[in-house]
């Protein structure tokens, strides 16, 4: 099926101006940063230090769903042609030069093409179909388990030390 002009400005203008994508293959859903280029999201992964996306492979489909930057509510979700590129390819290079510009925090960033090009996939989701109808309902789910938390128990002395600024403060 293809896409007709509206349906593949709605989805480029929606995926360009979005900073995430929710992404499904066969695992579960991922909120992975992209770039868009020539006509097609780009994601990378898959290494030491980058975003996972397991369940994703080369020649497979996968469900995109791009939100509101603003909002966080969809706009519009969509079937995808998954293909890996291979690394120093042209297509390549032209989407790592725009993903090396949206990496944020990289640790070695004056190494950090030639790490991607020898322990990351980079892959191209090319829009293949535009679901109308979005599904009703929230399609809200629990977060993945992972080793960073935000929320630990505090400290037994913490209280004492708070206390006990509160009253230098006064006295």
């Known amino acids: 099926m293809t896409l007709s002009a ?3 400005a709605l989805v480029e203008e929606a995926t360009k101006k979005s900073g995430l994508i929710w ?4 695992g579960p859903d991922r909120a992975l940063w992209h770039a868009w280029v020539d006509g097609a ?3 990378l992964g898959d290494g030491p230090g980058e975003q996972p996306f397991p369940g994703l492979a080369d020649g497979a489909t996968a469900e995109v769903t791009v939100r509101s ?3 966080g509510g969809r706009l519009v979700a969509w079937t995808a042609k998954v293909s890996e590129l291979r690394p120093h390819g042209e297509e390549w290079e032209a989407a790592v030069a725009e993903l090396k510009g949206k990496r944020l925090n990289a640790p070695d960033s004056e190494e950090m093409t030639q790490r991607w090009a020898r322990e990351c996939r980079l892959l191209r989701l090319e829009p293949a179909e535009v679901h109308e ?3 009703g309902g929230s399609l809200a789910a629990h977060p993945l388990p992972s080793p960073a938390v935000t929320r630990r128990p505090i400290p037994a002395g913490l209280p004492r030390l708070l206390l ?3 009253k230098t403060a006064r006295g």
């Open 41 to 43: 999201a780009h994601v």
């Open 133 to 135: 109808a979005l599904p």
């Open 69 to 71: 930057k603003d909002k």
């Open 23 to 26: 992404v499904r293959g066969t």
């Open 164 to 166: 006990k600024r509160k």
């Open 6 to 8: 509206l349906q593949l």
